[in-house]
């Protein structure tokens, strides 16, 4: 067993969520860092939801055609199928770093509510270093799969397999972002005031 790719990514989670504890207070160079690292999450997190959102609009699209295709003019579509699926793989991948940043996903955060100060911060590097290593991971094996299937095609729309599984290491480069800087800014109070 290959043992590269995990021993790559515990590496840089472990650096990762060193910088981020360090650029998460203080000022000086460390406020520097974190205003770049913030500045760098607000056009990726833009960039993330603009492209989400295009391919869900692109899915609905291919879905109506395929529909109207089918039943009004009884001649199916041969691509549409196979558009929206890539379209939603892609849709989910990227949006995921928009989530991430938010704090949305499904958590369990009792120990997070009632711990605080040192403890509080121990849970949040955690759960750091826990994303992290989960996005590296996608992100190592999504770029070998994508090199692995280039030269297969995707049926009905006759281009190259890796542009599907390109979303893979893409939404975790966009989502390892994401989760930095939710680290470093916090934005789940609304969501944690939510009933």
């Known amino acids: 067993m290959n043992l590269l790719p995990l021993q790559v990514t515990g ?12 650029a998460g207070s203080g000022e000086g ?3 520097g860092v974190r205003r770049a690292i913030l500045a760098l999450d ?3 997190t ?3 939801a603009l492209l989400a959102s295009l391919a869900l609009a ?5 879905g109506l055609w395929q529909v109207v295709a089918r039943f009004a003019t009884e001649t199916p579509s041969v691509w549409s199928e196979a558009l929206v699926r890539t379209a939603l793989i892609w849709m989910a991948f990227i949006g995921v770093a928009v989530a991430l940043r938010a ?13 605080s100060g040192a403890l509080r911060r121990a849970l949040e590097a955690a759960t750091l270093a826990c994303c992290l290593s989960m996005l590296g991971v996608m992100f190592w094996f999504g770029w070998m799969m994508a090199e692995r ?5 995707m049926a009905g729309l006759e281009v190259s397999m890796s542009w599907g599984y390109a979303a893979i290491p893409i939404g975790a480069v966009f989502a390892m972002v994401g989760v930095v800087a939710h680290f470093l ?3 789940a109070e609304d969501l944690e005031n939510a009933v």
Not at 11 to 22: E, G, K
Not at 58 to 62: D, S
Not at 103 to 115: C, K, N, P, Q, T
């Open 11 to 22: 590496a840089a989670t472990l650096l990762t969520v060193a910088l981020a504890l360090w």
């Open 29 to 31: 160079a460390r406020a």
């Open 42 to 44: 607000r056009v990726s």
């Open 46 to 48: 833009g960039i993330a």
């Open 58 to 62: 692109v899915a609905v699209a291919a």
């Open 103 to 115: 704090g949305a996903l499904v958590s369990i955060d009792v120990a997070h509510r009632y711990s």
């Open 149 to 153: 299937v280039q030269f297969q095609e």
């Open 185 to 187: 800014d916090r934005r």
